[in-house]
């Protein structure tokens, strides 16, 4: 924790930071045991306004997501290199001149694996010459045959790059756990001192980009990240984020986990384009190396890295950094296992080490009380925007199933008033109207799919309605537990060791 924080906050302080998420999360499952004896007008009440902000939620995720997805057809069609010329104004930079730096942190991901995903999907990008990417393979030194695979990398893409180079993150440094953020920060380091303190190359024209060994990019990303780069005045305080979408294996995964990367993938592409723009970077993202190197690159003591860069940028930028979409896939792998309960496993762990970016509840609150040069409304937000995601996140699932009916179980006398006796049916209603979404997400979810994993005969769409029955079930025990889990062990000062999601080739 930088000093900085410790002056601000007492031990005592960061510490009840730390209980609050968890603590309000119970407390908000636990309200309708003991309210619906004391308070049942209050639980009642904030039952209906928590249903009206979901029917709220629902519809406007659905309606995003269909302009996301007409945003990603118009993005394809586009050559980005002729609007670049079509448009260029004396301020842009120079397309020749910029370069993209991509990072692949990876761990014991196999040769298979990196090549047929990350690299090869670098390869042939369209639009720009792959000679301009920076292809830095992040390989952790206390992986064994780390040495190995990266020379068969090398020997398999050699020439297809600018440049193409292995880095290897060093064990045991002080102040480090282990994880995607201190190995790419280890990287991003040594690529830097190659390219700007040595070979003096203009820091300002390069990008620098975040990615897993399993990220597909689409074959425009990087023409289209030239030219908002060059375009943009604010190149040096922006992050590009694409839809991120579980589509490389999601015919493979068991259904639990395919429901919910699908809910997933069209949340993501709504919540790019939320008009309150409290957006974060998530999974694989861009931005400037410049900027990268301002904020100190990534926390090397964390485990959630993509939100928590974005926050550190926000503070040292004074509140003036914000995400900018980019409407065109990046496709990812969902967790798989050898066996069903062994994939169901990977996805719970993999959800609670995401949830584990709780911990930057606390990191926000104190960030903000050392910034006041950020105007309150702008601090406050981001602080309402990370409890908004972890709270709901841990707790929509009880709302929406047990307490309608818990309240009236609970207290019978309270079911003969007309709230108590309306109550079920007011919750029941909305969300039989917010299934009218849901068929609205399954029929997007079907349009934005790659052709090869399409259903494609009545047997097929017919396995995919039907899997949508056991969706309370999956959300319960492959989203909401896993996140409830992580607020809980943060409760307990309980810290959550980093554990790779496996990936099969």
Known sequence: MPKLMKKIFSPSHQRLLEIFPGFLSWMIILFPFWGAFIIPKFVAYFTVAFFIFWFYQSFKNFFLGIKGY??????????????????????????????????????????????????????????????????????EERSAG????????????????????????PAHIAGEIKGKASNEAWAAKQIKKILVDKQHQDIGNFTITSCDADAKFHPYYFAALTYFFAKDPQRYRHFWQSPIFWYNNLNKVPAPIRLIGIIGNINHISHIQDPDQ?????????????????????????????WHLFLQAFFAKKGRVKVVPIFLPT????????????????????????????????????????????????????IYKML???????????????????????????????????????????????????????????????????????????????QWLILPIAALFMAVLPGLDAQTKLMFGKRLEYRTTKKLT
Request: glycine residues 4%.
């Open 70 to 139: 007409r945003k990603i057809r118009a993005y394809q069609k586009i050559n980005w290199q002729a609007k670049y010329r079509q448009e260029k104004q004396p301020k842009w930079l120079a397309w020749q001149d910029i370069r993209h730096i991509i990072i692949i942190p990876n761990y014991n991901e196999s040769v298979a694996k990196i090549a047929q995903t990350s690299l090869y999907s670098l390869a042939r990008q369209k639009g720009i010459d792959p000679k301009r990417l920076i292809v830095i393979m992040a390989m």
């Open 146 to 169: 780390a040495h190995q695979r990266a020379k068969l990398l090398l020997l398999q893409f050699q020439g297809k790059f600018g440049l193409l180079k292995a880095t290897f993150h």
């Open 278 to 306: 409290l957006y974060f970077n998530y999974s694989t993202y861009s931005l400037s190396l410049k900027l990268l190197n301002e904020v100190g690159y990534w926390d090397r003591n964390i485990i959630p890295e993509d």
């Open 331 to 382: 496709s990812i792998d969902a967790p798989e296992g050898k066996t069903f309960w062994q994939a169901l496993k990977n996805r719970y762990l993999q959800c609670q080490r995401h949830a584990w970016g709780v911990t930057d509840v606390p990191y926000t609150v104190i960030q903000a009380k050392a910034h006041p040069e950020i105007p309150l409304n702008l601090r406050l937000a981001r």
């Open 388 to 466: 908004e995601t972890h709270i709901l996140w841990s707790t929509n699932w009880f709302i929406l199933t047990l307490n309608a009916w818990l309240i009236t179980l609970l207290n019978p006398r309270f079911f003969q008033t007309t709230l108590g006796y309306n109550l079920p049916k007011f919750s029941g209603a909305v969300l039989n109207i917010c299934l009218l979404a849901l068929l609205g997400i399954i029929w997007l979810d079907f349009q934005l799919r790659p052709a090869e994993i399409k259903a494609r005969t009545v047997i097929d769409y017919g396995r995919e309605f039907l």
